[in-house]
């Protein structure tokens, strides 16, 4: 059963996350159809926003061990909640694409501080550990799947209304943490934690300590991991539709595709954290395993000439990410020495926001002067490389 601390953990999730799936879609079409801005202005402006976005998750992760965890978060939703409804209110060229950057570094912060709360949640309940970041990852797939929902008719209706309700989330998600700050920081499941780890047996079996240089290793390939797969999950959200449109399929026919992996991802993620832990019990063999379904999705793209074949691929793409992408971060917290967890989850926050924000242009520069299925077999060669790196992670063993 969750208590207070992760029950307030998963709701600030749900809401930022809606946000993020509720705005993403709004960017490129306010920027062309509405201020009448190119392609090429609105690619720059998002590329900007992207980059602010990592500069906040890279202060975030510093803020949040070296000054304090819950002024960060409140900073993070401050800022972002300030931008909204100035873009409510001020929403021309080139006024947008300023706030929006201060959209992006106020997010930033706050994602990072987010998965910086989970792995203190996560390290405060360690019968839970893997569990905590599994139910956080499939929360932040049913926000971003709500705002996504949503966000077409009231764009149509209001464009006031469109950056308003994203300030009025973000204040909800303010009064939370200022409201109950001291449940998320688990001070009382701390105490419990602590009480339990000085009665536990001394033969209890501890964690073995990783060399400066065998832990920088790790971290190096877990971070080139991070981009690699973020460089190929991205093609979905980007060239893929360029790619169905051209095999005669229509808009509708992409989009569905997400609906399909948010629904399946309901079903499949909580299958996946039952089994695969036990099967699997290291980490790193579990992230290898996901890589290399993740991976696998991309065979069958560049052959797909129906409907049902990009159904498949997503379903399997779908198996693959809900083993991978919560138990990276997981595996970061392993490694995360005392005090320096937001440090660490800002790698894969960082690295994650560096694919995504590469990932578009790279892709449309091998499609454009090479083929999709070239760009479809080097995603499949890349993602089954960095698996295979994996497997040499020195992952945290007991004695």
């Not at 499939?138 to 764009?155: C, E, K, P, Q």
């Not at 033969?203 to 790790?218: G, T, V």
């Not at 779908?318 to 320096?340: D, N």
Request: charged fraction near 10%; hydrophobic fraction near 50%.
């Amino acid at each position: 059963m969750l208590d207070a601390q992760q029950r307030w953990l998963l709701l600030i999730n749900i809401v930022f996350n809606l946000v993020m799936g509720f705005i993403l879609p709004v960017n490129t079409i306010f920027i062309t159809k509405n201020l009448h801005e190119s392609m090429v202005v609105a690619g720059f402006v998002l590329m900007l926003y992207s980059g602010f976005m990592m500069l906040g998750n890279f202060l975030g992760g510093r803020l949040f061990d070296r000054f304090s965890q819950r002024k960060t978060l409140v900073g993070g939703f401050t800022l972002a909640a300030i931008g909204f409804l100035l873009i409510a209110k001020f929403h021309t060229w080139p006024v947008y694409a300023g706030l929006l950057l201060m959209v992006g570094l106020g997010m930033g912060i706050a994602y990072t501080a987010v998965n910086s709360y989970t792995a203190i949640a996560a390290q405060q309940h360690p019968q839970q550990y893997q569990q905590i970041f599994n139910r956080m990852y499939l929360s932040a797939n049913v926000g971003i799947a709500l705002g996504s929902m949503g966000v077409s008719s009231i764009f149509q209706a209001s464009i006031f209304w469109t950056f308003f309700l994203p300030a009025l989330c973000f204040f909800v998600c303010l009064i939370i943490v200022l409201t109950h700050g001291a449940v998320l920081d688990g001070a009382a499941v701390s105490h419990v934690y602590q009480a339990n780890s000085t009665m536990a047996s001394p033969n209890k079996k501890k964690p073995l300590q990783l060399s400066r240089q065998r832990l920088r290793i790790n971290l190096v390939l877990i971070c080139i991991t991070v981009l690699i797969v973020w460089l190929g999950y991205s093609q979905w959200d980007s060239n893929l539709s360029l790619y169905m449109l051209d095999q005669g399929l229509t808009m509708h026919d992409y989009s569905l595709l997400f609906s399909i992996n948010a629904a399946s991802l309901i079903i499949v993620q909580p299958l996946m954290n039952r089994f695969i832990c036990r099967w699997l019990p290291l980490l790193k063999s579990q992230i290898a395993l996901g890589l290399g379904i993740m991976g696998s999705s991309f065979i069958l793209l560049p052959g797909a000439r129906n409907y049902g074949q990009y159904i498949l691929s997503m379903l399997i793409l779908t198996i693959g990410e809900s083993i991978t992408f919560p138990t990276i971060p997981a595996l970061l917290s392993k490694f995360a020495p005392q005090g320096r967890q937001g440090t660490y989850q800002s790698f894969y926050v960082v690295f994650g926001s560096l694919g995504r924000a590469l990932g578009p242009y790279l892709g449309s520069l091998i499609a454009t002067e090479i083929s999709f299925a070239w760009l479809f077999g080097l995603i499949f060669g890349s993602v089954i490389l960095v698996g295979l790196g994996m497997l040499a992670v020195k992952e945290v063993n007991y004695s």
